[in-house]
Nanobody, 125 residues
Framework: VQLQASGGGLVQAGGSLRLACAASGRTISNWSVSWFRQAPGKERMFVAAMHRNGPGTDYADSLKGRFTISRDNAKNTVYLQMNSLRPEDTAVYYC???????????????????WGQGTLVTVSS
């Protein structure tokens, strides 16, 4: 499975972006999908996930209400809608997918077998 993330860029605080993660090589419609982010000098952190047996989702507590994860199985693509962006949201955003992630591990980096290359989001104040 190859994952191609896109949609990052420079946005002013308060703005919105939608990231996309297109999968190729096989369908991920019955896999769990997720987004993580890594700010400069910091560890990679969980952002959002959707279990393979959807539609249940999980979000980092600090991002609930601003970020929304979704998927389009027909396009084999996962999205992350980000609203009301803040300078502290600046990071490289990574998508990750896996065939056997259990619900209690949705926020765990080690649970995902495949990772995209990341897309940079920069939020200016």
């Amino acid at each position: 499975v190859q994952l191609q993330a896109s949609g990052g860029g420079l946005v002013q605080a308060g703005g919105s972006l939608r990231l996309a993660c297109a999968a190729s090589g096989r369908t991920i419609s019955n896999w769990s999908v997720s987004w993580f982010r890594q700010a400069p000098g910091k560890e990679r952190m969980f952002v959002a996930a959707m279990h393979r047996n959807g539609p249940g989702t999980d979000y980092a507590d600090s991002l609930k209400g601003r970020f929304t994860i979704s998927r389009d199985n027909a396009k084999n693509t996962v999205y992350l809608q980000m609203n009301s962006l803040r300078p502290e949201d600046t990071a490289v955003y990574y998508c990750a997918v896996g065939p056997s992630v259990i619900r209690s591990n949705l926020a765990s980096r080690g649970a995902y077998a495949y990772w995209g290359q990341g897309t940079l989001v920069t939020v200016s104040s």
